[in-house]
């Protein structure tokens, strides 16, 4: 079908939804193609969609009725995106938040616990690595001759 101008009508269950007017002249495709773009659809927007074209100029007025017919089913499903956001609040991401928060308090008060333990360790003397053996006296001299050893009977 074609004409000088169209009119080209989305129908959502033969309620008029979307009305295009196409004029030949002015369009670049000739009033060969027209489009409808469905966005941000919800549960609402399910049911069966067709298109109807209607020549307008010239005279006479020809409806010519698409045997196309769409059906347009939406499932149930979150949109997070934009003003909805609050709305879709996964209720695990509070949970992983929940786990980063306690490990992140748990790792400070150790890493604080430690540091205060070792400062007070640094601070006491310690005696891990002095020499314990005592020294040697100057004057002490080593015994010479025959040893006699002690009897082990008494």
Known sequence: MTADIMTFTLLKDEEIISN???NKEQDAQNCTLVRFSLNEMTHRSSG????????IFPPP???VQSDLRIRIHVGHHKNCTGINHKK???PFLWIWILVVVLLSIYSI???IIAFRFWVKLRKTDSSDYMNTKPRAQRDRRKKKGVQNPIPRHF
């Open 20 to 22: 295009q007017t196409c």
């Open 109 to 111: 008060s150790v890493t």
């Open 61 to 63: 007025s020809i409806k």
């Open 48 to 55: 069966i969609y067709r298109c109807e074209g209607r020549s």
């Open 88 to 90: 879709c609040d996964n």
